[in-house]
């Protein structure tokens, strides 16, 4: 790491700072970051290696971003949450490597009951998305232009999420799961699905998503029997659990299936 003291640097490295960049002296930058014009970066700051940020993007207070990212033009990180309970508590938002944050997006920092908003590495936020305080996106997720995301919302690994989408505070998504562009999450999604229309439901099992990932055609028919105990027999879902587990439970597959089932907390989406 290297500090920023007046807006020169202190060793002799290749990150470049725009002359009309305000950074704080108290900021940390890593080598080989660039901060493009109006940019603004406050005391409490980490920003690691090789990260770009964008023309009048704000990194606010907590932020702590890691390396290779690129954040571009009028997104801000970090900021307080829109909680009226929040009262300049201690928190941060962390940005993971490789990610990539378009126009406009804006990100909160955690309250008191987590103080952390965590955005895992190699993820893309599209233009105008909104992730809220306490939040926990995972690992090569996308989230398109215009999703909501509200408090509390956990979205677990390699989950895509289409345009214009709120996500209700609280909610759980599964990994791997595609949910379509313009509906409403307001309820938990379990992993490997597709999910879409209004009320939101289960669509089938994200097959292609699978199988660009290097599921085995056999993992692939697993899920598929699994998601047909749960959503198209006339089990509920207590029975449709101790199918699963009787029938599936030594596959590691299943039993993440049963695991969301079992920590879900707003219930299931419909069938």
């Known amino acids: 790491m290297i500090k920023i003291i007046n807006h020169k640097i202190e060793t002799n490295t290749m990150t470049e700072i725009h002359s009309t960049a305000i950074v704080s002296a108290k900021a940390q930058l890593g080598e080989n970051v660039r901060v493009d014009a109006y940019a603004i970066i406050k005391d409490d700051v980490i920003i690691n290696d090789d990260t770009y940020i964008g023309p009048h993007a704000v990194i606010y207070d907590g932020a702590r ?35 990539v944050i378009h126009e406009f997006v804006t ?28 939040c926990h ?9 215009g999703v909501q995301i509200a408090g509390h919302v956990f979205v677990d690994d390699w989950t895509i999420i289409g345009g214009m989408t709120p996500v209700h505070q609280f909610c759980k998504v599964g990994k791997h799961c595609m949910i379509g562009g313009g509906f409403r999450v307001t309820q938990d999604v379990p992993p490997f699905i597709l999910a879409a229309q209004e009320p939101l439901q289960y669509e089938g099992l994200n097959v292609v998503g699978l199988r660009r990932r290097g599921f085995s055609n056999r993992e692939i028919q697993m899920l598929k029997d699994v998601y047909q105990l749960l ?31 079992n920590e879900s907390k707003r219930g299931l989406i419909g069938k």
């Open 231 to 261: 959503y198209r027999s006339q089990l509920n879902v207590s029975q449709a659990k101790e199918k699963i587990l009787a029938d599936f439970g030594t596959e590691p597959h299943a039993q993440e299936v049963l695991s969301f089932l």
């Open 137 to 145: 996106i995972g690992d090569r997720c996308i989230l398109a232009n």
């Open 65 to 99: 971003i890691g390396k290779k990212v690129k954040i571009y033009q009028s997104a801000s990180i970090a900021h307080i949450p829109q909680d009226l309970k929040f009262d300049k508590d201690e928190s941060t938002a962390e940005i993971g490597d490789e990610t």
């Open 107 to 134: 990100v909160h920092r955690g309250t008191k009951e987590t103080r952390l908003t965590k955005i895992g590495s190699n993820v893309l936020l599209m233009a105008y998305a909104h992730v809220a305080h306490d």
